[in-house]
């Protein structure tokens, strides 16, 4: 399995001749999803789901298909019917080759006088989990590769260290953190070297690793 770190929180991934993306929002680059098979989509905010990187990617491959929940589904199935499929916890599919866990319900609290959303995270293949907007625990199952929302309003750096240790991952790879600015960068990666537990490390956008 080959990741491609994309802008802010946006993954691609590549196995056997396919592709899989996950959530490509506005800050994510405008062709994020194009050359997809398959595109899932953790939650509504704009930062993780933009309908026109959707379109690119859909329009792009007349096969590509999307899974999401039921808030980012009612939005776009009219204009691709057929292809838009709605998820929640406990789901399982095969997309693009690869198997899927849906994990989670609810995004993370931003403030408690902000209502909260639904949001779910996706395990591939038994060993990558991308949460979305939560500090979501695939109960039950053991993640090799965690893809850690390390920068967001809504949570600190105490949580992402005890996210990381909770999940205890055989590594962590930075996402969401496109608001992170570069000179603390080094702060918060020295923090979740010495205190996840895990191994951990961040991608440039652009960057394309292989996964065990």
Known sequence: MELTKKTHACVRFRKDGQTLVIDPG?????????GADAILVTHEHMD?????????????????EIWTLASVAEQISAAFPGRVHTVGEGDTFT??????????QLHAVIHPDIPRITNVGYLLDGAVFHPGDALTV???????????????PWNKVAEVIDYVREVAP????????SLLQDHARPVYDSMIDKLGGSDHGRLAPGTTTELG
């Open 26 to 34: 506005l800050f994510s680059e405008e062709d994020a999803a194009v």
């Open 48 to 64: 993780h789901f933009d309908e026109q990187r959707l379109r690119s990617g859909m329009e792009a491959n007349p096969a590509a």
């Open 95 to 104: 997309a693009a080759g690869f198997d899927i866990e849906v994990h989670g």
């Open 138 to 152: 695939p109960e039950g199952r053991s993640v090799d590769t965690l893809l850690l929302p390390v920068h967001a």
């Open 170 to 177: 055989r590594r962590a790879i930075d996402i969401h953190d």
